[in-house]
């Protein structure tokens, strides 16, 4: 119900380290032209040992743009920008410490995807294959490729025509990166954009777009279930703007690290964006148990055979209020939080009425249906507690009573003083006890209800949503390893052993990530490896 994405800024690095630097390395095929120094440096403290952490830093001669790690080979595949829109792809040998090969691109016209073994570089709307062992081109595709299965080696697109202005059709594709033969075609309307797409299983792909679509990656097959999840509005339509989107989420502004309700959206395909005088995402997520999927249009609430796309039950649903929602269910009961917002343009609007309604699970039967007494008071975040819901809005918390449907209780915050709300905390925020332990929410209290304010602010409320008090001393987790959590408290990066206690502290972002107890922080033109498999014993 509550899903999560990171977004940190990345710290900066001085240039005095580049001086320092003890390796050099130049790449082969573009002798002396491009070259990576290496270090050993102290990455932070371990408490328990009193030794440095240490890690080794990889600095490159540009920005790195992205970059990606292959934990078998510990091999990097590195972007670095030049000037203007220029660059270069590297291949970089983190064990022997050298550059395999290079290549020029332009980021302008360029967008690379890593699929296993290959690397797709998409140009316009060619898509070039290329070993990521050598370098070498393996084939070239007549497409831009959205997304590929590395099991398979199969890319997807949706087939462009060139004549004119060009344009592209709703005819998706499953081409073969290997040899760029065409393995099949579907029709998958994307008028109104998709809303969301991941695999069920290693070979079928789930695709929400107009409706529900499965596709067998290998050759195509698949069921379809059609529904109405956009609308096409008049040229001077704007409705009310409520926030530019930022990387693709609409939620929480720092994503993954601490909030909720969020939702993806592909930012860098145009066929599976819907053009700017849609209104989209009128629909609400695809929620799936071992038998059926249940999904909510702009006409219906709907629960289908996951094997077959065979429709068990419809229910209507009143159009003219319903907009983006959420769904999800106890053992009987389907609930449905309508939010009372679309998206229009990479913004959201309002749109619609923001209600919270229930369905009998096995027949569809609706069981309550209660429209918030503000039509703008949009649902930003909801938080679910045994059979209270509690709703958030700009700068109300209501609470109602799951089985009835009715608002139990509400309280409206001073926004001088609060700020706009923002989400609902989860078990990722964790709360100091100034003597050296943290301990997650739900350790503390876990049927009080935490938010997070445009302020900066943690609240923490009673269950009777009456009573409030700020957390000052907090922080996010925001990975584990084994039994360890990596905190971010203010602007410190702790490591806790599995009671709490501080056992570490690193020099490194919440950008880091682990790949095989092996931690990765990209900087601005260099990333850190820390292995953390030699720094922290079995906890």
């Known amino acids: 119900m509550n899903s999560n994405q990171n977004r940190i800024p990345i710290r900066k690095i001085s240039i005095l380290c580049c001086i320092l630097m003890i390796f050099i390395i130049t790449g082969f095929s573009q002798k002396n032209s491009l070259q990576v120094w290496h270090e050993k440096k102290k990455m932070g403290t371990n408490?328990?040992?009193?030794?440095?952490?240490?890690?080794?830093?990889?600095?490159?001669?540009?920005?790195?743009?992205?970059?990606?790690?292959?934990?078998?080979?510990?091999?990097a595949t590195v972007q670095i920008k030049g000037r203007r829109t220029s660059g270069n792809i590297l291949q970089y040998d983190m064990n022997d410490k050298k550059i395999l090969w290079s290549k020029k691109i332009d980021y302008e016209i360029h967008e690379l995807i890593k699929c296993g073994n290959l690397l797709i570089l998409n140009e316009y709307n060619n898509a070039f294959v290329i070993d990521n062992r050598t370098g070498e081109n393996v084939s070239k595709i007549m497409n831009y490729i959205y997304f590929a299965n590395p099991k398979y080696n199969i890319g997807v697109a949706y087939f462009y025509i060139a004549a004119g202005e060009g344009y592209y059709t709703n005819d998706l594709m499953g081409i073969d990166l290997l040899k760029g033969n065409l393995l099949w075609k579907r029709t998958i309307n994307r008028a109104y954009g998709w809303n969301d797409f991941f695999f069920l299983n290693d070979s079928t792909l789930l695709v929400a777009a107009s409706g529900l679509h499965t596709i067998n990656i290998k050759n195509g097959t698949g069921w379809d279930y059609q529904a109405i999840t956009g609308v096409k509005t008049k040229p001077n339509y704007t409705g009310a703007i409520l926030g530019a989107l930022v990387g693709g989420l609409i939620g929480g502004a720092i994503g993954g690290l601490i909030g909720s309700a969020i939702y993806y959206i592909p930012l860098n395909y145009a066929p599976t964006l819907p053009e700017p005088e849609i209104i989209s995402f009128i629909s609400s997520n695809t929620l799936i148990d071992s038998t059926y999927i249940y999904f909510a249009s702009q006409e219906q609430l709907a629960k289908l055979d996951v094997a077959t796309g065979d429709i068990v039950w419809e229910y209507p649903l009143p159009k003219e209020w319903t907009s983006k929602s959420s769904i999800f269910m106890d053992d009987e009961v389907i609930y449905m939080i309508n939010h009372g917002f679309a998206i229009k343009g990479g913004q959201r609007i309002n749109y619609g009425k923001p209600f919270i309604a229930s369905f009998n699970k096995k027949t569809g039967e609706q069981i309550y249906l209660s429209k918030m007494k503000e039509d703008r008071e949009l649902i930003i975040d909801f938080k679910q507690m045994g059979n209270e819901i509690y709703l958030l809005s700009q700068y109300s918390i209501a609470k109602y009573n799951l089985e009835t449907g009715t608002m139990t209780s509400k309280k409206t915050f001073p926004k001088e003083a609060v700020g706009e709300l923002r989400y609902f905390l989860n078990d990722r925020l964790f709360v100091s006890n100034n003597s050296g332990y943290f301990s997650s929410?739900?350790?503390?209290?876990?049927?009080?209800?935490?938010?997070?304010?445009?302020?900066?602010?943690?609240?923490?409320?009673?269950?009777?949503?009456?009573?409030?008090?700020?957390?000052?001393?907090?922080?996010?987790?925001?990975?584990?390893?084994?039994?360890?959590?990596?905190?971010?408290?203010?602007?410190?990066?702790?490591?806790?052993d599995k009671d709490g206690k501080i056992v570490a502290e690193l020099d490194v972002t919440p950008k880091a990530f682990i790949i095989n107890g092996i931690l990765f922080d990209k900087r601005e033109s260099s990333f850190i490896a820390i292995d953390l498999k030699n720094t922290l014993p079995n906890n």
């Open 47 to 75: 408490f328990v040992t009193g030794f440095d952490i240490t890690g080794s830093e990889y600095v490159f001669p540009n920005d790195i743009h992205r970059v990606f790690f292959d934990a078998e080979t510990n091999i």
């Open 441 to 496: 929410i739900t350790q503390n209290n876990s049927s009080n209800p935490y938010f997070y304010t445009s302020h900066g602010k943690v609240i923490a409320m009673d269950n009777t949503i009456t009573k409030t008090t700020e957390v000052k001393d907090f922080g996010f987790r925001f990975f584990r390893y084994n039994d360890y959590n990596i905190i971010l408290s203010n602007e410190r990066v702790f490591i806790t």
